[in-house]
């Protein structure tokens, strides 16, 4: 599962509760800077990832006719690209040590700027950060699927995009969410 801006605010809350919750971690600043800041470093590496695949699709639309003329599925061409241009952005490709890399970027911010401290080893706290991000990107898609599912069974019809979809989607998301242990 890719994880997408619209993740950040639940996943920067549940990290830190995480953290909040950790018996050897002091915190030293407010709950909300440091929410703030974690959802920052997330929407960060999210933005590098949405700069590498403009990049490709434009590389690809370059050389449509030529994609078009060898019969040449595009969603490949697009991962083969895609992987081959990641380093360059700085893009981690592979979910599990993409979180890991997140979870020392956050790990070595809140460190170096106050916001926290602590007296064990720095994999512990990392674990601990890693932990809350993958076990909400699993989560995720089951509490999406349910909502969904909640969705359909209003009377009044919901039209995905309106206002009053995202209203209702959001507030049920974040009440499966806080149903599921996950925020």
Known sequence: MRMKTHHTPYISRRITRDLLTCEFV????????????????????INKEYDLDEKVDDILDEQEEE???HHADRRQLFWMT???????????????DRFSDIAHQILDYLWDEDYI???CSDNKI??????????FMKGFEEADSDVLAKI???????????EDYDTVYHRLYEEELIKRGLI
């Open 26 to 45: 002091e915190i030293r600043k407010e709950k909300n800077s440091i929410e703030a800041q974690i959802e920052r470093i997330l929407d960060e590496d």
């Open 67 to 69: 994609i078009e003329f």
């Open 82 to 96: 895609k992987k081959r241009l990641a380093n360059d952005f700085g893009v981690i490709l592979n979910n599990e």
């Open 117 to 119: 401290h602590y007296t």
């Open 126 to 135: 990392k674990n601990v950060i890693f932990t809350s991000i993958d076990e």
């Open 152 to 162: 359909k069974t209003y009377k009044r019809k919901l039209i995905p995009g309106t």
